[in-house]
């Protein structure tokens, strides 16, 4: 699974369309009452955020060239519809792993 946050300075809301990486199949999900769903786009709020987290919306990955290890980064690319790609390193954290503050 992968954790983030993505913030909108803007003044208009823009939507998430798709993730991409090199190192295996992105996907989005969004948890509602304990139930996973793959979404094909997600809102990111005009002056907000879209928060990716443990049991709510994350990304899934699948299909990896290689298992991800502790202490490596995974790249991926987020795809909107509005504004231009991003490109994120995500670092690698243990499956245990619950950050203090944000993600």
Do not use: I
């Given at each position: 699974?992968?954790?983030?946050?993505?913030?909108?300075?803007?003044?208009s809301a823009d939507?998430?369309?798709?993730?991409?990486?090199?190192?295996?199949?992105?996907?989005?999900?969004?948890?509602?009452?304990?139930?996973?769903?793959?979404?094909?786009?997600?809102?990111?709020?005009?002056?907000?955020q879209l928060v990716?987290?443990?049991?709510?919306?994350?990304?899934?990955?699948?299909?990896?060239?290689?298992?991800?290890?502790?202490?490596?980064?995974?790249?991926?690319?987020?795809?909107?519809?509005t504004s231009d790609?991003?490109?994120?390193?995500?670092?690698?954290?243990?499956?245990?792993?619950?950050?203090?503050?944000?993600?």
């Amino acid at each position: 699974a992968g954790f983030l946050t993505v913030s909108n300075s803007g003044s208009s809301a823009d939507e998430l369309t798709s993730v991409t990486s090199d190192d295996g199949e992105v996907t989005m999900h969004e948890t509602n009452g304990g139930a996973m769903e793959e979404v094909s786009r997600l809102t990111v709020p005009a002056h907000g955020q879209l928060v990716f987290r443990s049991g709510a919306n994350h990304l899934m990955f699948d299909k990896l060239k290689q298992a991800p290890k502790q202490g490596q980064t995974v790249t991926v690319e987020l795809h909107f519809a509005t504004s231009d790609p991003v490109v994120v390193k995500m670092p690698v954290k243990s499956a245990t792993y619950v950050p203090k503050t944000g993600h």
